[in-house]
């Protein structure tokens, strides 16, 4: 049934795990005509796997779920931004393995495994204030001008 309760003619697919694997059983709800062969509704079924993968992912390394803006427009820029941000982190992962598989090794750039020298995006930005604060503060002492920003009592 959908939501104003009338039923939709559907076909409920199932996948079970092979006879030596081990995992549950998934489901996969399909409308598509009953003149579509089987292939193809699996085919479908099985293609929501990388839309899941990449939304994962970019929740998880390109900050996807961070948008706090309230513009639709801005929303739009967020996405494009973290889409193309993604795009390149699959062609430089691509790209590392073949140059690695051309030297007899392989590795990944881009993994959701944890790595001690990535930083969370709250404490990416404060470390970035603080640099942009302090070349600010140089370059006002460099040219005389902290005066005007700072009072005389410190």
Same mark, same amino acid.
Request: hydrophobic share 35%; with cysteine.
């Given at each position: ?41 699996? %085919? ?12 994962? %992912? ?34 430089? %992962?691509?790209?590392?393995?073949? /140059?690695?598989?051309?030297?007899? /090794? ?49």
């Amino acid at each position: 049934m959908d939501g104003a309760g009338s039923r939709q003619v559907g076909w409920l697919l199932g996948q079970r795990p092979g006879r030596s694997q081990h995992g549950d059983c998934k489901y996969f709800w399909s409308d598509f005509p009953a003149t579509t062969a089987l292939a193809t509704m699996v %085919e479908y079924a099985h293609r929501r796997h990388w839309v899941e993968q990449y939304h994962e %992912e970019a929740k998880t390394e390109l900050s996807w779920d961070q948008y706090q803006g309230r513009r639709w427009d801005g929303f739009h820029r967020h996405a494009v931004t973290v889409m193309l941000s993604y795009s390149f982190l699959m062609w430089l %992962e691509r790209w590392q393995r073949e /140059r690695c598989r051309m030297r007899g /090794r392989l590795r990944t750039a881009f993994s959701l495994t944890p790595d001690r020298r990535r930083v969370p995006l709250p404490e990416l930005h404060r470390r970035i204030g603080e640099w942009l604060r302090r070349t600010a503060i140089r370059e006002l002492i460099a040219l005389e001008l902290i005066g005007l920003y700072c009072s005389r009592k410190l």
